[in-house]
């Protein structure tokens, strides 16, 4: 017998007599053949049941050695000989595994010097924690309870594209590996969420997945169960629910010292959207900073005002700010008061604005202590088919509560939004008396008429226009400029090259009106419009950030060139 077998690594089956293998054709004829096959059958099984005997006393061995979880030469050697007799006997392969991934999750929540030598590296690799769970996971038969569960494990440390569900439903469960499982997912959820918390807020369930694809997010229409908050419920519920495994209490009492500085009192806002809509190739619209958390909702059941959902972390626990008033929110305005003139009784909905307003103020300000506004301000969402007449009397309203700053989600672009003025420039600007003459567009069903600030020569203005726009001209000056719209590709940037090109030619200002010329106008031709005015070419808008606090634009790539003033220089009144 070899040594490896006499330290019960593998167990050789062959019997041997005089130091040769005893073998089977050693039979004497007819007579005696019974005799000696039934004496040979009994030796075979006392040789077998002591090869297993001899299997199961060096498990037992190994487990005694490995269970304290010392890290130190002893639990190395054992651990050793556990690996190599892993590659005949699938019994020692699981045992590995469990013990494996105890030390693992051990030695990196205490950062234990043995780390480098369980992973067999020097220096600091990534990849490493990975490459060691799928060793231990290919150990594992496939029909062990645990495989799919390890092999899921190993995929999230080597950020493969699988599935991940069954590691997090390993994790949740009892026994020694589920709690060796559920130190290394915790550890690893934290790990990503400490690079996407840093992210922007639109940007954070992106960062989640490309760092684990293959995470399970259901499809849901509740916010909260998008990717960043599913992660962060996950973490919270993984620390919290720690298991009965003693030699693991210290680690896990380790990792959720690390996690907590930077999550507690931390709040996550939420991006919300009322659906994906045509894809919009422009990349005009913020997607950074801090979106407002009031949001005024216009749908075919009228004007609802909520908050984005926030969410926070409390000493490992994770909850809801603002609950009671999650988007969408009630019904403020039914569709016909929105139809029909308004009187005294909006102050119902004006002041249920100002309630709102107030209430996610100081959470603002945990936001985004810096940019935070001191005025009101809100997210104007609007549904398809909704006409721009209702627009105007929900910025009205808002108007009218405090909101001075006005932020328009684009349709096709979940998580971006426009910044916008209503009716004039600033609060306590009286109207009809603006600053500087400004570009108008007047928006109809099926396009607008441009109409520049000052009148211009119209010779040789129609060569340079942008395919499909028209140039109206009298006695030689322009008059108007007229774009079509349709429903497939919106304004197709028509608007703003125009835009550019009367700037190139008169210096307009980057404030533009746009309002519509019928009743019939769809909201959503108007806010094709206004999106194409922040598409305005050259310089960035001045002054951006002091007028939109909480918006911030990319180091790299387009900002905001242009501010849309909806229903520009209209009087704040009661509209029909």
Known sequence: MDVASSRGLYCDSTPERNGRAMRSTDWTPAGRSTTRSWILAVLLLAMTTGCADRGRSAQDRAERALAPLALDEAFFAAFDALQARAQTDPEAGRLAARFGVRALGRAQALQHPSLT?????????????????????????????????????????????????????LAQ????????????????????LQSAAAAPENDRGRRVIERLPGFPVPYSRDVTDAAFPRALKTLSLLLTTPGD???????????????????????????????????????????????????LTLDDD???AGTRPVVQWTQGQVSLALPETLFPGPVLVPPDRLDAPLDAD??????AIRRLAAAVAPVERQLDPEG????????????????????????????????????????????????ALAFHDAPGDTPPVPAAPRARIAVGPDGCRLVPATRLNAAGLEAALPEGVTLTAKGGRLVHLSIPWNAGVGFAGRVAQTLGLLNREAGIPRLVDVTPDRDDTPARVLIDAAFEVAG?????????????????????????????????LEPVRKTK
């Open 117 to 169: 030598r369980l992973l067999e590296v020097q220096g600091r690799d990534p990849a490493a924690a990975g490459r060691f769970l799928a060793r231990l996971a290919s150990q594992v038969p496939e029909d062990a309870p645990e495989a799919p569960g390890l092999m899921a494990l190993s995929a999230m440390y080597r950020e493969a594209a699988a599935n991940l569900e069954p590691a997090l439903v």
């Open 173 to 192: 469960e009892q026994g020694p590996v589920a709690h060796g499982v559920r130190l290394l997912v915790a550890h690893r959820l934290g790990d990503v």
């Open 302 to 304: 009228g004007l609802h």
């Open 372 to 419: 935070t506004s001191q005025s009101p301000r809100a997210l104007v969402l609007v549904a398809s088919g909704i006409p721009a007449s209702r627009l105007r009397v929900v910025l009205r309203l808002a108007v009218e509560a405090g909101v001075s700053d006005i932020r328009v989600a684009i349709p096709g672009l979940p998580g971006a939004y426009l910044p």
């Open 346 to 351: 909006d102050s119902t909905a004006i002041d």
């Open 245 to 295: 495994d003693p030699e693991l209490a210290e680690a896990f009492a380790a990792l959720a010292a690390d996690t907590n500085p930077w999550l507690d009192g931390r709040v996550f806002a939420l991006p919300v959207t009322l659906g994906i809509g045509p894809p919009v190739a422009a990349p005009w619209g913020v997607r950074i900073g801090v979106a407002p958390l009031l949001v």
């Open 536 to 568: 305005f070419p050259g310089d960035r808008f001045p002054d951006l950030e002091s007028r939109f606090p909480g918006t911030r634009c990319p180091a790299v790539g387009p900002c905001i060139g242009g501010v849309p003033v909806l229903f520009g």
